[in-house]
């Protein structure tokens, strides 16, 4: 029953947005659907629908054609895409003397970056029953695989079971299994400034990550158990990186409570594991609450997201914390965040406050307002503005700290 009333979503929404199906990218392809069949608001938020189809494993085929055989089931064509990311950013620190042609360009004097993210998506059905994430790295150096996740999902009839490999080299180990889109994976957050609306993401430090997630999921919730080493767990380093000795445990509810599409949770992080490319020890030691809610107000979508998040301070000499910079006292924090639709389908602005202790000895008070605005051309190509202010003792003490940051983006995929 549950196959046939996600087939027929499937087809009602590609009914609903045909006439703008040349949307963003691999997966539209696949399924033959706008971006808008998947994403709440605007990319990267996921809906309902969006939530489905990666928790099945990006397997869900469309009207794209199929190779077919004994124990083979893979699209007639390789899915791909690219995403692109122009920004300029712009602080309220002292400028530096750019006549000289030695000295770069600083956030205070409105520091254009090209290309800030360019990167190869290819993703989509491997299988009846599994799938791929892999995004590609095309301007930084290293290897060319920055993440690669490929779920193995298997329907028991109540819940999906899902085990899934990954590695990456940012997202730390959220990167298994997150159908949140409030900053928990870095990758789905409602807003581009991730750690001043995220308090999960405010307290991200060294982010790779590679193991095992295993997760059961239904209609109502999941429950992911993930092992993983903070290495980036590819060839060369992989060979070389700790084992599995860190843990993440993530339970969340997911119903509707009315018109509105809820997702909550908690997630406890613990353990150590070595870290090649810090040359040292590694804390994976966090917890967090979070709380996600979609729904329409005055006939427009409005998103509302909030979070708490703690990552305890560094307790072995020499050790460094994944997700605490500092690590001489707690590093925590509060978001709270709403997102709403003024124009639908094209303009959106958002709001978020973040409460936060930086983990340092003292002067640990680093709070930030936002305000955003996220215009889209197109399903694919977006225009972002954002504004945060920042306060609190760390500012009071370190008057040369920029106390805001204006972020214009533009971004694309295709």
């Known amino acids: 029953m549950k196959k046939i009333v996600l087939s027929l979503a499937g087809v009602l929404a590609a009914t609903a947005f ?5 949307a963003i990218p691999a997966y539209a392809r696949q399924v033959g659907m706008a971006c808008s069949a998947c994403h709440q608001q605007h990319f990267p938020v996921l809906n309902t629908f969006g939530r489905a189809f990666k928790a099945g494993g990006y397997t869900m085929m469309g009207a794209q054609g199929k190779v077919e055989g004994d124990h083979l089931s893979i699209p007639d064509t390789l899915n ?7 920004r300029y950013m712009k602080d309220n620190t002292t400028a530096s003397d750019v006549s000289k042609s030695d000295r ?8 254009l970056q090209m290309f800030d993210e360019f990167a190869l998506l290819v993703g989509g059905r491997i299988a009846e029953n599994v799938g791929v994430f892999m995004e590609g790295q095309m301007l930084e150096t290293g290897p060319l695989i920055g993440i690669l996740r490929m779920p193995f999902v298997f329907d028991m009839g109540a819940a999906k079971v899902s085990v899934v490999p990954f590695a990456a080299d940012g997202g730390s180990a959220m ?7 409030g900053g928990i994976l870095r990758a789905n957050r409602w807003s581009e400034s991730r750690k001043e609306t995220s308090a999960v993401q405010y307290n991200s430090n060294i982010e790779s990550a590679a193991g095992f997630a295993f997760v059961a999921q239904n209609d109502m919730g999941f429950v992911n158990v993930t092992k993983f080493t903070s290495d980036f767990g590819f060839k060369d380093q992989g060979e070389k990186s700790s084992a599995l000795n860190s843990t993440y445990l993530r339970a969340a509810v997911t119903p509707t409570v009315g018109d509105w599409a809820i997702v909550g949770g908690v997630g406890v992080m613990s353990g150590q594991s070595w870290n090649i490319g810090e040359g040292a020890t590694v804390q994976t030691e966090q917890t967090f609450i979070d709380f996600q809610a979609h729904g329409e107000v005055a006939g427009k979508e409005l998103g509302v997201y909030a979070q708490y998040s703690n990552a305890p301070k560094v307790k072995n000499a020499g050790d460094i914390s994944a997700y605490n910079t500092n690590g001489v006292t707690d590093k925590k924090a509060l978001t709270i965040g709403a997102d709403y639709t003024v124009i639908p389908h094209s303009l959106s602005i958002g709001a978020a406050y973040r409460k936060a202790d930086n983990g340092a000895a003292t002067n640990t008070g680093d709070d930030a307002i936002t305000v ?3 215009y889209d051309m197109y399903q694919n190509v977006a225009l972002h503005a954002i504004f945060s202010t920042y306060s609190g003792s760390y500012y009071d003490a370190n008057p040369t700290k920029a106390t805001n940051l204006t972020t214009l983006m533009l971004e694309m995929a295709w």
């Not at 045909?18 to 040349?22: G, K, T, V």
């Not at 791909?80 to 122009?86: E, G, P, Q």
């Not at 770069?104 to 520091?111: H, I, R």
């Not at 990167?175 to 889109?181: M, P, Q, T, W």
């Open 104 to 111: 770069p360009t600083t956030k205070a004097d409105g520091q």
């Open 18 to 22: 045909a006439p703008e199906a040349a």
């Open 175 to 181: 990167v298994g299994y997150e159908l949140s889109s």
């Open 372 to 374: 955003q605005a996220v």
């Open 80 to 86: 791909a895409s690219m995403i692109v990311k122009l």
